[in-house]
């Protein structure tokens, strides 16, 4: 049971995860650098336990980068046995020091329900009560809003069908056909993932996929993101992550893709009741299809704003033209982090949500100082 919700905060920052966790570091700060009393910052996370959304993982997910290059500002995370990428659980139990690190205070498992307006700030609802903030950050992510894609006779296909976002391992589906649809990331991992447990593996791409060289990782995409944003705003042409491709090739991805045994085919044209048909008229049966179809913000708690929408979020605007704070353009004292690169580039990411962090965190004090 979560000890009782304070009437009232400065800052309510609704999420756990590694992007509330970068803000509250950033607030505490902020917060040094002025005079007054100090801010009442409060956490409240669905989760039970820290970690975020790596908790869900899938045991053989590895970062794109080395520790070093995967930390939150202010506490390097530690190398794993033998240097290697980090996995999930490393990132988890690194996620959890940190916030005993930080003294954070954060409130588990809190769900909040909506954010309403309020005279000299907001109302968070919540299932253990509400509470008055003059500020709120919204810290969610995408994981709890998987995107499932609609492809003809999914209704009607009989074997098992998942998002990634429930995918924890092959074991599941040793002996069986699974098809895993997705170009990105996660369709490359988990593909790779089945190899040597599934009897077979179908990995169908809208396009061909696109590998970056061998040698780029996290550290080099948050590089060409921030770049990319810096070329905008001057007016020159950004040259974007998605000029250097799509896939990095981690260890496991590399090495399948490698020996021949990671081949993307075309996307299916349907599902069958007992697997799926290609445009060509080819058709394999199949037990399982895995979505690996990406995820959208997770902002359902916003609708009673009145906000305006864009894109699938809220309007936003940033102070001074920065493109490293994100707040509310109607008005209200509302910001967001770490949803994707319009929140700041490579905002989602362990490397990349620090500067956005810390723009968000200035800002969040200035304002509550004037």
């Known amino acids: 049971m979560t000890d009782p919700l304070p009437d009232h905060v400065d800052v309510c920052v609704v999420g756990g995860g590694q992007s509330a966790l970068a803000l509250a570091f950033h607030l505490r700060r902020a917060e040094r650098r002025r005079s007054g009393p100090a801010l009442r910052v409060l956490l409240l996370d669905s989760r039970t336990h820290p970690g975020g959304a790596w908790q869900d993982a899938w045991p053989s ?31 988890v139990d690194y996620l959890a020091d940190y916030e005993r690190r930080y003294d954070v205070d954060v409130r588990r498992p809190v769900r909040v329900t909506a954010v309403e307006r309020a005279d000299g700030g907001l109302l968070v609802r919540t299932d253990h009560g509400d509470l008055r903030a003059r500020a709120v950050v919204s810290a969610t992510g995408t994981w709890d809003r998987p995107l499932w894609p609609t ?16 995918y924890r391992g092959p074991e599941p589906f040793a002996g069986r056909r699974v098809l895993v649809v997705g170009g990105g990331n996660s369709g490359a991992q988990v593909a790779a993932d089945l190899l040597g447990t599934a009897a077979a593996v179908h990995w169908a791409t809208r396009r061909p996929p696109r590998y970056l060289p061998d040698d780029v990782d996290g550290r080099v995409l948050f590089e060409v993101a921030t770049q990319a944003v810096r070329d905008r705003a001057s007016g020159r042409e950004a040259r974007g992550v998605g000029s250097l491709g799509d896939v990095v090739a981690v260890p496991p991805v590399r090495a399948a893709r490698d020996r021949g045994d990671l081949v993307a085919e075309p996307m299916v044209e349907r599902l069958t ?8 008229d080819r058709e394999e049966p199949l037990d399982a299809v895995v979505w690996a179809t990406g995820f959208r913000p997770a902002l359902a708690h916003l609708r009673g704003l009145g906000l305006t ?26 910001w967001l982090l770490g949803y994707g690169d319009w929140c700041g580039p490579a905002s989602a990411t362990l490397i990349g949500v620090g500067r956005p962090a810390a723009a968000v965190a200035a800002d969040v004090v200035a304002t509550l100082d004037r």
């Not at 794109?64 to 996995?87: K, N, T």
């Not at 492809?151 to 429930?166: I, M, Q, S």
């Not at 929408?309 to 509302?334: K, Q, Y």
């Open 151 to 166: 492809v003809p006779g999914t209704d009607g296909f009989e074997g098992e069908v998942l998002h990634v976002h429930d």
């Open 309 to 334: 929408w864009t894109d699938g979020h809220p309007a936003t605007g940033a102070p001074d033209g920065s493109p490293f704070a994100v707040r509310s353009a109607d008005g209200v004292p509302l």
């Open 61 to 91: 997910l590895r970062l794109f980068s080395p520790a070093g290059y995967s930390s939150l500002p202010g506490r390097l995370m530690p190398r794993p046995p033998g240097d290697e990428p980090p996995d999930a659980a490393h990132v």
């Open 273 to 280: 009741e007992h697997g799926a048909r290609w445009p060509d």
